[in-house]
């Protein structure tokens, strides 16, 4: 059974810095294409980064590239997100969502308030 469990998130001031964290179960993030997206209030899901499994490749949305790091750790069969220089516009519950079936956890809550 395929499980994706997200957690990391929280309240941070404007500039400040997460990491989320993706625990997956029932598959092998290492041999699958991985992405994490998210929903602001009131809006519709925007992708934010992409991995793909074979070989590491990252993608990632222009609003969040040279501030957001996606990452593995195929031991732990785990994906992250690095958010550095966060903004209030960054505000969203994060997900974390296996590529080929849209598949996707419980989501997590990120902050970003002075």
């Known amino acids: 059974q395929v499980q994706l469990v997200e957690s990391g998130g929280g309240l941070v001031q404007p500039g400040g810095s997460l990491r989320l964290s993706c625990a997956a179960s029932g598959f092998s993030i290492s041999s699958d294409n991985m992405k994490w997206v998210r929903q602001a209030p009131g809006k519709g899901l925007e992708w934010i980064s992409t991995?793909?499994?074979?070989?590491?490749?990252?993608y990632y949305a222009d609003s969040v590239r040279g501030r957001f790091t996606i990452s593995r750790d195929n031991t732990k069969n785990t994906l992250y997100l690095q958010m550095n220089s966060l903004k209030p516009e960054d505000t969203a519950v994060y997900y974390c969502s296996r590529v080929r079936s849209g598949e996707r956890g419980q989501g997590t809550q990120v902050t970003v308030s002075s």
């Open positions: 991995m793909t499994g074979a070989n590491g490749v990252t």
